[in-house]
């Protein structure tokens, strides 16, 4: 499906799909992403998917698909906004990608129509964390805290 524009008016008992892109440090479970969106009123059979990576690793991008229930005068960008609100936290940040009629969402750089598994780019942030946690690992099993306190004296 291609993406509908954030402007369109949606249609009652209609399955949707908003891709939300992870741009934070934190990505929170899928458990709690849905109990966070069961409170907006006009949405029901809240699933939710992760897409990219490779088997759930370094994916990046939820897929929240929905049933509108509201009376039709809510547009994409009503139903959007809500759903970032309950997405963002205080280390968990989200972009909005884009938004399809249907139980597909739509591709971004790393996944395909289907949502297929790719080895995406790695962003600076998990390089970065991965290179302080190998850092981390071998100042310890070198002895590294030994050293340190033997170098201040103790």
Same mark, same amino acid.
Not at 76 to 85: K, R, S, T, V, Y
Not at 89 to 113: H, K, Q, R, W, Y
Not at 136 to 152: M, N, T
């Given at each position: 499906?291609?993406?509908? =524009? /954030?402007?369109?008016?949606?249609?009652?008992?209609?399955?949707? #799909? *908003?891709?939300?892109?992870?741009?934070?440090?934190?990505?929170?479970?899928?458990?709690?992403?849905?109990?966070?969106?069961q409170f907006i009123p006009t949405i029901?059979?809240?699933?939710?998917?992760?897409v990219g990576g490779?088997?759930?690793f370094f994916a990046d991008?939820? =897929? /929240?698909?929905?049933t509108y229930t509201g009376d039709g005068s809510? #547009? *994409?960008?009503?139903?959007?906004?809500?759903?970032?609100d309950a997405l963002n936290g205080v280390l968990a940040s989200f972009d909005f990608v884009g938004i399809t009629s249907g139980d597909t969402g739509v591709p971004t750089e790393g996944t395909d129509a289907g949502g297929g598994a790719h080895i995406p780019e790695i962003s600076t942030t998990t390089i970065a964390?991965?290179?302080?946690?190998?850092?981390?690992?071998?100042?310890?099993?070198?002895?590294?805290?030994?050293l340190v306190r033997g170098a201040s004296g103790a």
């Amino acid at each position: 499906m291609s993406a509908i =524009d /954030v402007s369109t008016f949606l249609k009652r008992g209609v399955r949707y #799909t *908003a891709s939300f892109k992870s741009t934070g440090w934190y990505r929170p479970q899928l458990d709690t992403v849905t109990s966070e969106l069961q409170f907006i009123p006009t949405i029901t059979n809240i699933q939710i998917k992760l897409v990219g990576g490779v088997f759930g690793f370094f994916a990046d991008q939820f =897929d /929240v698909t929905f049933t509108y229930t509201g009376d039709g005068s809510d #547009t *994409a960008a009503n139903i959007i906004q809500p759903m970032l609100d309950a997405l963002n936290g205080v280390l968990a940040s989200f972009d909005f990608v884009g938004i399809t009629s249907g139980d597909t969402g739509v591709p971004t750089e790393g996944t395909d129509a289907g949502g297929g598994a790719h080895i995406p780019e790695i962003s600076t942030t998990t390089i970065a964390l991965v290179v302080v946690g190998i850092a981390l690992v071998v100042f310890l099993v070198s002895g590294g805290p030994s050293l340190v306190r033997g170098a201040s004296g103790a």
